[in-house]
Nanobody
Framework: QVQLVESGGGLVQPGGSLRLSCAAS????????WGWYRQAPGKQRELVAVITRGGSTNYADSVKGRFTISRDNVKNTVYLQMNSLKPEDTAVYYCNAQGLLVTTLMNYWGKGTLVTVSS
């Protein structure tokens, strides 16, 4: 029963910070890539940040310099530190975990956590 659970979302004022966490349980494979995605109302889900097991990262241009993705391979947990938040960052944030179980590609999503940036 693989499960990803996001936490840390909430209401924050512009310029504020939040740290999102996503903990995986029931994982029977090695996670090779973690990703954070977000979806604002009426918009498509977009990639925010990714990190590989080895620590390589990539970010959407809109969050570069403000967000930092990190992971703990032992705890099977990924984090997203969000600083200097803007109203346009408001969205439901989802974590994604991908890995390989023998020859099968595994791909799991969390249920999301809402981040609202507003004064």
């Amino acid at each position: 029963q693989v499960q990803l659970v996001e936490s840390g979302g909430g209401l924050v004022q512009p310029g504020g910070s939040l740290r999102l966490s996503c903990a995986a349980s029931g994982i029977v494979f090695s996670i090779n890539t973690w990703g954070w995605y977000r979806q604002a109302p009426g918009k498509q889900r977009e990639l925010v940040a990714v990190i590989t097991r080895g620590g390589s990262t990539n970010y959407a241009d809109s969050v570069k310099g403000r967000f930092t993705i990190s992971r703990d391979n032992v705890k099977n947990t990924v984090y997203l530190q969000m600083n200097s938040l803007k109203p346009e960052d408001t969205a439901v944030y989802y974590c994604n975990a991908q890995g390989l179980l023998v020859t099968t590609l595994m791909n799991y999503w969390g249920k999301g956590t809402l981040v609202t940036v507003s004064s």
